[in-house]
């Protein structure tokens, strides 16, 4: 008498547990799908694979406190001097407390007197929110200097925490490159959303000057 109620509702039971197991399934990535940053001792902020880069393009892989590391193509090349030779696959590993890290898509290195001599003098003052210290309006006239940056993309960072202050009148330079059409386009913020816009830009063929402090 009760079967065909029973049957539908069972029906129904054996339909709901199979929706529910499809979105389930559906909802589980594969962990080869998974991004692979992940709580790190020393990458922190950034740990993504090394395996697949694209050889023509500059990207940031690796981000931790004072270090990271990044693929550099084989038309970039280092204006450092001695401080670093050939690197091995073309990855880059930058340590210890340097004044901030350079690319371009010519060019890579850390800021100091061989390419940035004013910057060097003035000197790069970590005070958050000061209009009259911080990274100063010269830094952004030696970055620019290095080539040709018509449709540039400039990524200027604050830090790991944002405490790297930024000189007023660098912003209003930049500012004004922006208007005139001098770059296309310009960033300033934490050294996390610096390395991910540069990426962002950089896999789409852009060409960026980005500028990473990897402490403050």
Known sequence: MHCPLIFSLGKRFVLLIYTLCFLGLSSCKDPKDEHTRSCHPIWFWLNDDEKEIPKDRCIFTKLGWERLRCHVTDLQQCFNGNDFSKPEKNMVEVVGNIPGWVVTPSFYGSVTNEKFPKTME??????????????????????????????????????????????????????????????????????????ATHNTYAKEGKKVFTFICTNS
Do not use: W
């Open 122 to 195: 003035i000197g790069i003052k970590h005070q958050y929110g000061s209009k009259e210290y911080g990274l100063p309006a010269q830094f952004l006239e030696e970055l620019l200097a290095m080539e040709d940056h018509k449709e540039a993309i400039v990524i200027v960072s604050t830090g790991m925490e944002g405490q790297l202050g930024v000189s007023q009148e660098l912003v209003n330079r930049i500012k004004k490159k922006k208007e005139k059409g001098e770059i296309e386009n310009y960033f300033i913020c934490r050294s996390t959303i610096a390395v």
